[in-house]
């Protein structure tokens, strides 16, 4: 399962990051992007879950991201970390059975990998306090 979450997750992150960059919506980019990268069948559809729970919950994803990035404007954040943080939220607010653990070793490996050394412990301080937040059921986790 992990493996197909994987690639599903580095999907959607290239969606999401594409959207941003090119200011279009999905249904603008997916037909490039199935091309270009040809996900599997699982990969596509948990990508899209993802990136739909991002487009829909947006205003609250990003509420909780300026409440742990104290010191950071997220508007000034790297593009693609922001992408990266958006998509662990929305996993750790939508995806119940995928674990915390998963979920943010996953975001910071993206974000390495796609980013920088930096962009990993940045990512991983912002994501750990939403986690308990998010996953202890509160109020402002619930979004489904």
């Given amino acids: 399962m992990s493996a197909v979450r994987t690639g599903a997750r580095e999907f959607a992150l290239h969606l999401l990051y594409q959207m941003d960059q090119r200011k279009?919506?999905?249904?603008?980019?997916?037909?490039?992007?199935?091309?270009?990268l040809k996900p599997t069948g699982e990969d596509r559809g948990f990508a899209l879950r993802l990136v739909e729970g991002v487009q829909e919950h947006k205003d609250l994803i990003d509420e909780h991201l300026r409440k742990a990035a104290r010191n950071w404007d997220l508007e000034r954040v790297a593009s693609l970390d922001?992408?990266?943080?958006?998509?662990?939220?929305?996993?750790?607010?939508?995806?119940p059975e995928?674990?915390?653990?998963?979920?943010?070793?996953?975001?910071?490996?993206?974000?390495?990998?796609?980013?920088?050394?930096?962009?990993?412990?940045?990512?991983?301080?912002?994501?750990?306090?939403?986690?308990?937040?998010v996953r202890s059921g509160g109020a402002t986790g619930d979004a489904k």
């Fill in 24 to 36: 279009e919506d999905l249904t603008q980019i997916l037909p490039e992007a199935l091309a270009f």
């Fill in 82 to 95: 922001r992408c990266v943080l958006r998509l662990a939220v929305i996993e750790l607010m939508i995806v």
């Fill in 98 to 133: 995928s674990p915390t653990r998963v979920i943010l070793d996953e975001a910071i490996e993206l974000a390495k990998n796609y980013s920088t050394e930096q962009s990993g412990r940045f990512v991983n301080g912002v994501l750990d306090p939403i986690a308990k937040i």
